[in-house]
């Protein structure tokens, strides 16, 4: 449908709908709201925190968020008074709320939306691991899975991509985020916009990019903390993912919980009128997270909600999420003058544009009972989750006990997460059902060679409990090797799961030193959502090997076989740093160097306790086969403002094995008007090499991207020196200079 076309249509709309239906097209509510019902003290924090700790069941936290949920106001919908609601993803009950939809005036559908970023029922990788396969074909498939369950089911509306810089390995959000590298999470940004709202055989489907802006700077890491960084640093780091959505046309925005620089995300008109309306030209709505517009008011910058809801509006948030704020405080804020019905209409406009571009207008009901069973979770589909999973994993360390050898008979499974499907789906995988996941004991003995025998002892958990070690300990003995599967338990990181300690929480490092001790091969496998310290793993020469799994979601097992067993090749490389300490956060590789750079001597910048260096640096990344660079070359040692830099470099498998390697080219300014960092990633490619053969890999750069935004926040390209390098992660490679010349 033509854009004058639609406009014409929203027009029409707007001018026959009562302010009562114009602010219902602002509220969104969801199903899991609860109420103080006879009998149930409803106390969902301290649920929550029984969940995470253990103390009661997913299943029993299911049973008592039921026992509270409201119906589903069907009434309020034939009223016009709800225009979406949030994570409603219930087959059933989604066809219910369209039905009541369509019994209303003016028969608008609704939005469902739905936390969909990483599957619906075929729950892939974690964001962050699925970042670090550095392969946008790996998003292509995984987002038009995703949006081919979603839709089906009904589903129209997603609330991803997650596009928020994270630097801060203590801040449990960082599991769904796109790593620390602004050029990396903008290429990712793209891709993602483009595989859901493509105009495919499943139509489009809208998504949000989110959490707008700089969520991911929280102070120390702690979830909806303030944030309070310079107006340079925004545009540099954190603004790139979203401006890369905007432009790829992303049809949402959802604005963040914190206050940046003293204004709350939500309320503030600079960041979402000025910025990203103004400046980045988006053209679709906002919508605020959850209940952020009511928590104006605990930030201190709204007297009451009433004042919020006003505030939030007049900023540019079009609908505001469960807070019902708009919808209790709007129709007496028009009656009194203090809010404008064009500023409602403009609102309203936004949406309703929304709801005919992506087909909602003229298909409300995807729901087909028939297609879910053949279409969710299907073998194609799981298929696919495991190859993606694949190639989302790091290899950290190996000391040639991988891939495993064909003289290894007995293998003994250890380790409480190993048996854990919930922690193997991992967080945000709301969609998912644990009990679609394939454990770690499952896919390795399902996937073991002949005459090979697969043994399961608990031993140990993310407890500190020491009772199933001795058990553990002889069982090991007797085994030909050890695979110990550590690291974090479903809700330990996400959303308010922020943590002080990166150790392997519990009992698990001591058993793994205990294990290190023997004379049998030890195998690590890490089950996370963030960057752990692990140092006396990857320093213990009694732990062969480190492999990096993340939450895979539900082809864990069978991932994890694949590589365990050298059916594929490792080919992930880190997109985040891992700190040696968890006192060193945030660190990340793309730091300016100061006065004083770290090293040897005692008055430069480090700490006196932890190497300089970190324990793995950003694009780091092993393979059981070995890559050699040689032979970089430039086609220019001097470049004009107008012109395009091509650089290239020989890439040889020197191993044994076929691989993929993820080949990374970064600039240096040497010097510039502001301090520049040591490193920036502009361009990477990812090769697959057989044994022996080499391959020219070839980036070209033009000379507008080797600028940066000064203090006043204007972009410029200044003439000098540049170093150009190209190897395997941010810490090695060729490097050749180059001058930028008027």
């Not at 149930?40 to 924090?45: F, G, N, T, V």
């Not at 969909?116 to 691991?129: C, E, H, K, M, N």
């Not at 499943?202 to 309070?228: I, P, W």
């Not at 395009?644 to 890439?651: G, K, P, Q």
């Amino acid at each position: 449908m033509e854009a004058k076309n639609i406009s014409e249509k929203v027009e029409y709309l707007l001018s026959i709908m009562t302010l009562a239906e114009k602010i219902g097209q602002l509220n969104q509510t969801g199903t899991t709201m609860v109420s103080a019902l006879p009998g149930i003290e409803a106390d969902i924090d301290g649920w929550v925190s029984d969940m995470m700790e253990g103390r009661i069941s997913q299943e029993e936290f299911s049973k008592r968020m039921e026992l509270c949920r409201e119906d589903l106001k069907t009434e309020q919908i034939e009223n016009g008074g709800i225009g979406s609601f949030v994570n409603l993803y219930d087959d059933e009950k989604i066809f219910q709320v369209q039905q009541a939809a369509m019994k209303s005036r003016l028969k608008i559908p609704l939005f469902i939306g739905v936390d969909v970023i990483r599957g619906y029922r075929t729950i892939f990788p974690t964001p962050l691991a699925m970042s670090c396969s550095w392969d946008m074909d790996n998003y292509r498939r995984m987002i038009k899975i995703a949006k081919k369950e979603a839709k089906v089911c009904g589903v129209n509306w997603v609330f991803g991509p997650m596009l928020d810089i994270a630097r801060d390995a203590r801040w449990g959000r960082i599991v769904e985020s796109p790593g620390e590298d602004p050029y990396l999470a903008s290429r990712i940004a793209k891709t993602v916009v483009n595989a859901f709202q493509e105009n495919d055989a499943y139509g489009r489907l809208l998504c949000t990019a989110k959490h707008f802006l700089a969520y991911g700077a929280v102070s120390g890491g702690q979830d909806y903390n303030t944030v309070d960084v310079s107006e340079r640093t925004l545009y540099e780091t954190y603004l790139p993912p979203f401006r890369a959505a905007v432009d790829a046309g992303v049809g949402s925005v959802m604005s963040a919980f914190h206050d940046l620089n003293g204004v709350p995300c939500t309320c503030s008109h600079s960041l979402l009128t000025d910025l990203l309306r103004g400046e980045l030209h988006f053209q679709g709505f906002v919508v605020s997270d959850a209940e952020a517009v009511k928590q104006c008011v605990a930030h201190g910058v709204a007297s009451d909600e009433r004042d919020a809801a006003k505030m939030s509006l007049q900023a540019g948030n079009d609908i505001d999420m469960s807070s019902l704020d708009y919808s209790r405080f709007l129709p007496d804020l028009v009656d009194k003058g203090e809010v404008s019905v064009s500023s409602i209409n403009e609102a309203v406009r936004r949406v309703l544009y929304a709801k005919f571009f992506f087909g909602i207008m003229d298909e409300p009901y995807r729901y087909d009972p028939g297609k879910i069973s053949d279409t969710v979770l299907c073998r194609k589909h799981r298929i696919a989750a495991r190859e993606v999973a694949e190639k989302s994993a790091v290899l950290l360390k190996n000391d040639g006990v991988l891939p495993i050898r064909d003289s290894v008979k007995h293998i003994l499974v250890t380790g409480g997460l190993a048996e854990d499907r919930a922690a193997l789906l991992g967080p945000w995988a709301f969609t998912g059902d644990k009990e679609s996941v394939v454990t770690v004991t499952d896919g390795i003995r399902n996937n073991a060679p002949s005459g090979v025998t697969v043994e399961f002892c608990r031993g140990f958990d993310t407890s500190d409990s020491e009772s199933g070690f001795e058990e553990m300990i002889k069982k090991a003995e007797k085994s030909d090797l050890v695979i110990a599967v550590v690291g974090e338990s479903a809700f330990m990181s996400g959303e308010a799961a922020s943590k002080v300690n990166l150790n392997l929480p519990g009992a698990q490092e001591k058993a793994m030193l205990q294990l290190a001790a023997l004379s049998v091969p030890c195998i690590a496998v890490l089950v996370s959502g963030r960057p752990l310290t692990i140092g006396k793993l990857q320093n213990n020469p009694g732990i062969g090997a480190i492999l990096e799994t993340w939450h895979m979601g539900c082809e864990s097992g069978n991932a994890m076989a694949d590589l365990l067993f050298g059916k594929c090749n490792p080919s992930g490389k880190l997109t985040v740093t891992f700190a040696n300490e968890a006192a060193q956060e945030p660190m990340y590789y793309n730091h300016p160097n100061t006065g004083k750079p770290g090293g040897k001597f005692k008055f430069t910048s480090k700490y006196q306790d932890a190497p300089v260096e970190p324990l793995y640096p950003f694009g780091y990344g092993l393979s059981y086969t070995a890559f050699a660079y040689s032979g970089m070359r430039v086609s220019k040692k001097k470049l004009e403002l107008g012109d395009t830099l091509n650089c290239e470099i020989c890439v040889r498998n020197t191993g044994l094995y076929a691989g993929e390697e993820i080949v990374q080219m970064y600039i240096r300014d040497v010097t510039a008007s502001c301090a520049r960092p040591v490193r920036e990633l502009k361009r990477f490619c990812k090769i697959k090499l057989e044994p022996g053969e080499e391959k020219i890999c070839s980036f070209a750069l033009h000379a507008s991207e080797l600028g940066f935004y000064r203090q006043d926040c204007t972009y410029t390209v200044e003439t000098g020196m540049f170093q150009i390098f190209i190897g395997p992660d941010s810490s090695k490679g060729e490097m050749l200079e180059i001058e930028l010349c008027d």
